[in-house]
């Protein structure tokens, strides 16, 4: 079974700082893993995901995301922290019958 | 990217009536799509798979009474919260798959509807 542990229900850095959000996933079989932002009252919108192919994955907003198969890793980063980057971010793995599970959810904050 | 709408953004409605909520994929395709809730401060749970043409797929705990899922069209699917109690008060969340990415099908997420039942 698949599943997805996101490390720090918050964080918080400094407009301009590195932002480094932990995901840590389980899986019996290769993954598909993805990475999703939603801002209050809002859906959720696609950042980047991974499927097999190059394990640095660049998406939106200046946001990538490494897949690491040794450390069961898919950690979210920024160099430079914008203030609009403030978000709930969640990452996920695709599960049998194209299900997402979801992980708990990383609040980003970001100061001026 | 793919566009997913839904309809309304958000509900107010008394306790005891029926609240249709719709989804649609914009641009595209969706033979499947899915059906969310999400408390605050939370994450996302699943609450079912609703296929096009076919019966939806209801995950463990959901009532499949209380929660009717129609998918009759490629692009469209509904969700009826009937006989609303204060308890089913919560930020609905759909989306759909695009089927054109093979195995790593993306889903497309709809901007949700609040519904809040007095």
């Known amino acids: 079974a698949q599943s997805v542990t996101q490390l720090g229900s918050h964080v918080s850095v400094s407009e301009g700082a590195l932002v480094l959000l932990r995901c840590n996933y389980s899986?019996?079989?290769?993954?598909?893993l993805f990475w999703y932002v939603q801002y209050p009252n809002q859906g959720l919108q696609l950042l980047l995901k991974?499927?097999?192919?190059?394990?640095l994955v660049k998406g939106i907003n200046g946001f990538e995301a490494e897949f690491k198969k040794s450390e069961t890793s898919f950690h979210l980063t920024k160099p430079s922290a914008h203030m609009s980057d403030a978000a709930e971010y969640f990452c996920?793995?695709?599960?049998?019958?194209?299900?997402?599970?979801f992980g708990a959810g990383t609040r980003l904050a970001v100061h001026p | 990217g793919a566009v997913v709408s839904q309809h309304p953004s958000w509900v107010i409605c008394k306790s005891g009536t029926s609240v249709k909520i719709e989804c649609r994929s914009l641009?595209?395709?969706?033979?499947?799509m899915f059906w969310y809730r999400q408390f605050p401060k939370q994450s996302l749970m699943l609450m079912a798979t609703?296929?096009?043409?076919?019966?939806?797929?209801?995950e463990q705990g959901v009532e499949k009474d209380k929660f009717l899922i129609n998918h009759a069209s490629l692009t469209l699917s509904t969700l009826t919260v009937t006989s609303a109690h204060p308890e089913d008060s919560s930020f609905y969340i759909c989306?759909?798959?695009?089927?054109?990415?093979?195995?790593?099908?993306?889903?497309?997420f709809g901007p949700g509807t609040r519904l809040t039942v007095l």
């Open positions: 641009d595209f395709q969706a033979t499947t």
């Open positions: 991974y499927t097999s192919a190059a394990t």
């Open positions: 899986s019996s079989v290769p993954p598909y």
């Open positions: 989306s759909a798959r695009d089927p054109t990415g093979g195995q790593a099908d993306t889903q497309y």
């Open positions: 996920a793995v695709s599960g049998g019958y194209n299900k997402l599970i």
């Open positions: 609703s296929n096009e043409g076919s019966k939806a797929t209801y």
